[in-house]
């Protein structure tokens, strides 16, 4: 069971003072306690100050814990023995300092939400080695993981959303059991939780001739069965210390460049946004009806990518897209059959394009979607939108 917070130890019966200075002047055998004492020392220096040493404004808060799959992961699978990595170009041509694993042509969604939110980029949990560079947070997302543990077995490789919970959770413990930290609790209930699951359990799990599941489940139980795991992983994060949480739901998955290759209609898979829909009710559901009421102190709020996905298909011109049925880069029908290859040519006029491969949208999508999500009305992110939960 997940620890939560409110038991966090004292050692030796008393609270600790934390000095950077005597930290460094000791000699410890123990580096991982060093490291974890770090993380402590400026995760609490950020709830305590808004400016900088230089007096520039900081973050709207403390840090942010990034958990889900490739729209959001930057880079947690690369060293893993898995199909699916974007650590190769074009995948990054207009990122600065080129690809990193993030599944994207440029920024994904998380990463302009940080940037509105204050923050530098958060960084992969696979290459945060350091006290400093966690400090701002931790991006745990892994590409093809789903809230189901065998969803996105065919990739080999990933991190399901369980054990990327485990992976935070060890951080928390060490923390816990070497330091006791007892304000690390309210530090946290200041951060922001982002999760965005659920995509890859259609996917990669549902819609997978290999897999057996629509055999055993409708749509609607299905969606009950993810929703159901869902609130007990989310739950598990409230109880490690999370309060303020940003769910993104999942899009119009039967528009992506992948499903449309499927058939020669080139209009987006009915079908296939039908089968989501019972998952998007109950998430909403879940959200504003369960976890809102029934966790002492939670903010949970919800980024509506459907009605996003929506209103940009119908009004793409408007927003300066002129291609919206493929893939910028990829192979095959609507350049969705095979999704981009290393040092494949993509398109040049990429910020005209919705998506950037077969999957996933392009930069311009996400920085579009984060500022809506960031100062947002309710018609696409609600009760509340990401500024006003972080100003909280």
Not at 104 to 115: C, F, K, L, P, R
Not at 218 to 238: C, F, G, I, K, S
Not at 315 to 344: A, D, E, H, K, W
Not at 364 to 381: E, S, T
Request: aromatic residues 10%.
């Amino acid at each position: 069971m997940s620890k939560p917070f409110s038991t966090i130890k004292q050692v030796r019966g008393e609270s600790i003072v934390i000095n950077p200075l005597i930290l460094f002047q000791q000699k410890k055998n123990n580096t991982s306690i060093m490291f974890h004492l770090l993380f402590v020392v400026f995760l609490l220096v950020n709830v305590a100050t808004c400016e900088d040493a230089d007096g520039r404004k900081r973050g709207l808060i403390p840090a942010m814990f990034i958990f889900g799959d490739s729209l959001i992961d930057n880079g947690n699978n690369n060293n893993l023995p898995s199909f699916a990595k974007a650590n190769y170009y074009p995948y990054g041509i207009d990122f600065d300092g080129g690809p990193t694993g993030r599944f994207s042509n440029g920024y994904t969604m998380v990463d302009e939400i940080a940037e509105q939110l204050g923050l530098p980029l958060i960084p992969a949990h696979s290459q945060a080695s350091s006290g400093e560079q966690m400090r701002f947070g931790v991006n745990y997302a892994s590409a093809a993981a789903g809230i189901l543990d065998d969803t996105g077995r065919n990739f080999v490789g990933r991190i399901p959303f369980n054990q990327q919970i485990k992976n935070f959770e060890d951080t928390l413990d060490e923390i816990t059991d070497n330091l006791g930290a007892p304000d690390v609790a309210q530090a946290l209930a200041k951060c922001i939780f982002f999760v965005g699951m659920g995509s890859n359990d259609y996917l990669n799990n549902y819609l997978m001739p290999n897999y057996d599941t629509k055999n055993h489940y409708n749509p609607q139980q299905y969606a009950n069965l993810l929703v159901q795991q869902y609130t007990q992983q989310l739950t598990r994060l409230y109880n490690l210390g999370g309060r303020k949480f940003v769910i993104g739901g999942v899009g119009l998955m039967g528009c992506i460049p992948s499903i449309l290759a499927k058939s020669n209609s080139n209009v987006c898979s009915e079908e296939v946004n039908e089968l989501i829909l019972p998952f998007t009710n109950n998430v909403k559901s879940m959200l504003l009806t369960n976890l809102n009421v029934n966790l002492p102190g939670s903010k949970f709020i919800y980024i509506d990518i459907k009605n996003m996905f929506q209103d940009l298909l119908t009004n793409y011109r408007q927003y300066g897209f002129s291609v919206i049925n493929r893939g910028c880069c990829g192979i095959g029908r609507n350049r969705g059959q095979i999704t981009c290859l290393p040092m494949q040519t993509p398109c040049p006029n990429r910020d005209q394009y919705i998506f950037w491969d077969a999957f996933h949208p392009t930069e311009a999508v996400n920085i579009l979607f984060a500022r809506k999500a960031f100062n947002g009305g309710p018609d696409v992110v609600y009760p509340i939108n990401i500024h006003q939960l972080a100003t909280l």
